[in-house]
């Protein structure tokens, strides 16, 4: 009888695992939204990345910057990125609400798009999604931006060519070609408010040295919101604290790869041996017992997109013993990225277990009673 509801148990699982959930749209979905009531896109990358362009009325939330920890690595409030209370006000401070559904993007690669699905999934948000492809997919859907681009060449050669003339002493061709080139900056600038990508930001202080990027008030208004952070809603299926990760080391260390957890390391190899240290971590290293499959791994270079197909995907976490019926910790420097990178690539296959270490090196490097590989 014990056997037989194992049996049913493991059935169940494999069950549960086989139903992916979705979190990606295609650009081509995410292009009809665009400046829809309701519906808020978030930059994942970087301030000065956003700045130099961005979806238009989208705001920014550096995936890296999301997780939260003194110099020493110490959390407040962990397995949670933030506080409820220092999250709720960023997230209402940029137009979002618990009833809004988010769009996240980054260039395209996806680590820092994951980390502000996986920041939003972690606090309970049911409509958040991940934008396939990035900021690059939306730009090829853009006919403007198509003619943009084709302007911006023409000036390029224009400047090249009038600057050719002007040494060898042509002054007759210099004028032209420089006449033809401000003609093309005009058309260039005359198409600037047309584009779905924009330049430019707006900066907020949210208090105790944080703040929040929004675009341009000429470009678009950000209406800050209510958002609230219900502590039965925490959805704790997509984060993990050291006390779990170290629960699972310590099982792997006995059993090897038999153990029903799995741990991944999704950073490059200068760090997990060691080599790279990041931030304020006192030790180099990786976690005991940890699979290293970076996250380059996980991303379609070839096509621009955020992931490989699923049969690459499935086929590459089988490669290293991967299966759904294990709990699976993934981690990287801050979690909000490369680590979220795996997680969000498991969940799309399907994997009911998998779970970002929140913590990741900065906590886990800082801890010295912490055992680390090198």
Known sequence: MK???????????????????????????????????????????????????????SVDMYAHHL?????????RCAPLWQCPKEAAKLLGTLGIDNDTTVIAYDNWRGPNATGVLAFLKSYGHKKVYLLDGGIDAIKALDPNQKKYDELKKQKHKLHRAYRKAKKAGDMKKYKELRAQYKKVKEQMKALEPKLIIRRGMQKVALGEGHFAYIPPAKEAKITPKTYTIDPKQIDYSWIAGKDEVYKAVLDRLKKGDKSKYVIIDARSMIEIIGQRKMDHVARGG??????????????????????????????????????????????CQVGTGRGSDIV?????????????????????GNAMNLPIRR
Do not use: C
């Open 344 to 364: 969000t690539a498991l969940r799309l296959l399907g994997y009911p277990n998998a779970k970002v270490y929140t913590g990741s090196w900065d906590e886990w």
């Open 3 to 57: 056997r037989l509801l194992q049996a049913l148990v493991i059935m169940a699982l494999a069950a549960g695992g086989a139903m992916a959930e979705k979190l990606t749209i295609s650009a081509q979905e995410a292009y009809k939204l665009i400046g829809k009531p309701g519906v808020v896109f978030v930059d994942g990358d970087s301030e000065t990345a956003y700045e130099n362009g961005h979806i238009v009325g």
């Open 67 to 75: 997780h939260r920890s003194d110099i020493m690595g110490r959390m």
């Open 286 to 331: 990786h976690i005991p017992t940890a699979k290293f499959i970076e996250w380059k791994r996980i991303t379609d270079f070839k096509r621009h997109r955020s992931f490989r197909t699923k049969e690459e995907l499935e086929k590459l976490f089988k490669s290293f013993g991967i299966t759904k019926d294990k709990t699976i910790y993934a981690y």
